[in-house]
Every structure is written in structure tokens, then in C-alpha cells.
């Protein structure tokens, strides 16, 4: 049930059975620019496909478009109530805007999809369970997944009423049952490309479990066209969750992927250690490498073998297997050099090949 209609940031497609956008926020304020463009540029280095900023006021034109220009990948403005902020973002370059319609009155809000219609840019239309309308809220007594729904279709149709369709639609609540039901509710209506994200998520730890489960469940039905984990942490750790999240279920096929045992009275070798270090160091490497990390021979040379690389704790050492060779027996000390080395060869084989 992937959205029916395309929308097109920068060259960057959402909906219509493209590949899914990961996305995410910088979390530095423009007044400290340099930082800014380093975390920026960070952040589309290690695979964010779309970013987005805060334009709270007049003077983030010029630091935008500075930073807009810095990088390759569309950024996003957002803006929560000034309609001239919205246009002076896209004025200064903005490859998207977020806006909540419902706060804008009608004149003004024509002026915006005047403006993003001679420009081309997209809108994301963003709900909020934390910001329903007052007469939704009275409705269904509470915030609930229809009042959700309800309230995106509402704002959708304010934008729709100037002709404006090229927009995607985000209705994000920190309850997860409840950001699952809207979504569903929505999506059997709706053509637009569906912008998934857990609000308000929290720290790495629960953020991923909560994100995991509220994207998870909603791709697995075929909903959603880009997605974003919103964390409480370096923005970084949204972008390595989301590329996780994507590549369980199959919808991406970049980076070195983990398989790693949770260890036992079998290991000889510090592989919890191995494991974590090879996911943190090889994330600059782009290419679907698979690589095993196992305690120990006995039921790990099956997993390192159906890996493109493994290797396996043995009396104190690693054995490396590539595919079903055993190449060599390695000290812990010399064993991640070396793993890379084969990574990265693998990683180049595989990049000739597409
Ligand atoms: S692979 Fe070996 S060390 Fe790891 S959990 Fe299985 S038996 Fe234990």
C-alpha cells in the first residue's frame, strides 16, 4: 500500500514505490553555523538522505541557504507558525518545508502553496498528537488515532482546496499503538507519501525499541515512504537506527550488517567487544557487507559462513572464514585490521558488480 502519488525533494523521490528516505534533524541552532554545516555534513556522509532544520525566525535565511548550498542532499525548513518564514525559507532555498496548515489562515496559506508551486517544492503536513485541534480534542475527549487522522486529513485538504498535491503527511504521537492505528486509518484514503516517525521517542535505547515497532509495523503492511527515528542523542544514531531498522525488513541494502551471537560459556575471546567496535568503525563503508562476529566454532562457523565474512572465537584465537573458506587463525590483537582489509574487499567487489 506504498503512496500512489511521487513527491520530489532535491532529486530525492518519496512515494510511489521509491526507495525509502532515511531522514533526519540537526540538532545544532544556526548561530553556531560551523558546527551546524560539520554535523550536517556528518549526517549526509553517513546516509541521511533528506535533512531537516529549525527556521524559527528572519535571521536563519541566510545561515539556511549557506548550509543548503554545503551539502548534496535536500534540506528541509521547519516551521511551526509564521507563514512568512515559510516563504522566506523557500526563498532561501529550502528543498522542502514542514508546516502545520492549521495554524496559518487562509490567505496566507495560499501565499505558501503559491510559492511552493512556482518552486516545485514539496510540503510535509505534520500532526501531532501533542497538538490536535481544540474541537477534535473535544470530539473524541482525548487524542486518539482517528482524532489523529482526522486532524492530517483536515490539514491536507486546506492545502488541496488551492490545488496543491505535492505534499507528504506525517501524524506522529509517542504512544505507539496509537501512531500505528492513524497511520492505517489514513492510509486507506490516502494517495500521499506517508513521512513515519515516533515522536518524542526518547533515548537511544527506548527510542529504538519504540521506533523499531511503530515504523516496523507499519512497513511490514506496505504503509509509510520515508521515515524518521526521532532520538534523544546525537543525530548520527538516528540515521545507523533507521539504516537497521530499514535493512531487518529488507527495504535497504547498504552498509555492513552484524550478525553477532549473544556469546556463552563457549567463548574464548572478547567477541561482544569485536561486535560492537566492527559496527561503530565500519560505518563509513556503503556497500551490503555481512559480516559475522562469533564466540565461538562450534555453532558459529554456520552463521560466519553464510555471511560474506565471519569469524569465530577458538582456544583464545579468531578464525576468519570468508564464505566457506577458512583463511586464517588471528590473535585478538591483529584481528580488526585485518577484518576490514576483507570488508573492504568484499565491499569493492560487490560495488564493481552494480
Ligand atoms: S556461537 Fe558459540 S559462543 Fe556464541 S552463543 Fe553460540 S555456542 Fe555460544
Not at 516517525?197 to 523499531?212: F, M, N, P, Q, W
Amino acid at each position: 500500500m506504498a503512496s500512489k502519488r511521487q513527491i520530489i525533494a532535491r532529486g530525492v523521490p518519496m512515494g510511489g514505490g521509491a526507495q525509502i528516505p532515511i531522514q533526519s534533524m540537526c540538532s545544532i541552532p544556526f548561530s553556531r553555523f560551523e558546527d551546524l554545516k560539520n554535523q550536517a555534513l556528518a549526517l549526509e556522509k553517513a546516509g541521511c538522505d533528506i535533512l531537516r532544520v529549525s527556521f524559527p525566525d528572519e535571521q536563519s535565511a541566510e545561515p539556511f541557504r549557506a548550509l543548503r548550498n554545503a551539502l548534496s542532499i535536500p534540506l528541509v525548513a521547519d516551521i511551526h507558525y509564521d507563514w512568512r518564514l515559510a516563504l522566506l525559507a523557500m526563498e532561501s532555498g529550502a528543498d522542502k518545508i514542514r508546516i502545520n496548515p492549521g495554524n496559518t489562515d487562509k490567505t496566507n496559506l495560499k501565499k505558501i502553496t503559491d510559492e511552493a508551486k512556482a518552486r516545485r517544492i514539496p510540503i510535509r503536513v505534520g500532526v501531532n498528537a501533542g497538538s490536535l485541534e481544540k474541537d477534535l480534542l473535544a470530539k473524541y475527549g482525548r487524542p486518539t488515532a482517528q482524532a489523529l487522522a482526522e486532524s492530517a486529513q483536515r490539514n491536507v485538504e486546506l492545502l488541496e482546496q488551492f490545488d496543491f498535491y505535492d505534499m507528504a503527511v506525517s501524524m506522529k504521537a509517542s504512544h505507539v499503538p496509537m501512531m500505528v492505528e492513524a497511520y492505517r486509518i489514513f492510509a486507506q484514503n490516502s494517495p500521499y507519501p506517508l513521512h513515519l516517525g515516533v515522536t518524542e521517542a526518547g533515548t537511544v535505547r527506548s527510542g529504538t525499541v519504540k521506533s523499531s515497532i511503530g515504523i516496523g509495523a507499519l512497513l511490514l503492511d506496505g504503509i509509510g515512504d520515508t521515515v524518521r527515528v526521532s532520538l534523544t542523542a546525537d543525530p548520527l544514531e538516528e540515521v545507523e537506527t533507521a539504516k537497521i531498522l530499514l535493512r531487518s525488513l529488507g527495504l535497504y541494502d547498504q552498509g555492513v550488517e552484524v550478525i553477532s551471537c549473544p556469546t556463552c560459556g563457549r567463548t574464548t575471546v572478547n567477541s561482544i567487544e569485536l561486535a560492537n567496535t566492527v559496527e561503530r568503525e565500519f560505518r563509513d563503508i556503503r556497500a551490503h557487507v555481512k559480516v559475522a562476529v562469533m564466540g565461538c566454532v562450534v555453532n558459529g562457523s554456520g552463521e560466519a559462513k553464510q555471511a560474506d565474512v565471519g569469524v569465530t572465537g577458538a582456544n583464545g584465537e579468531y578464525v576468519l572464514f570468508r564464505g566457506d573458506k577458512i583463511i586464517r587463525h588471528i590473535s585478538p590483537d591483529k584481528i580488526l585490521p585485518l577484518l576490514r582489509a576483507e570488508v573492504e574487499d568484499i565491499a569493492k567487489e560487490k560495488t564493481q558488480k552494480s
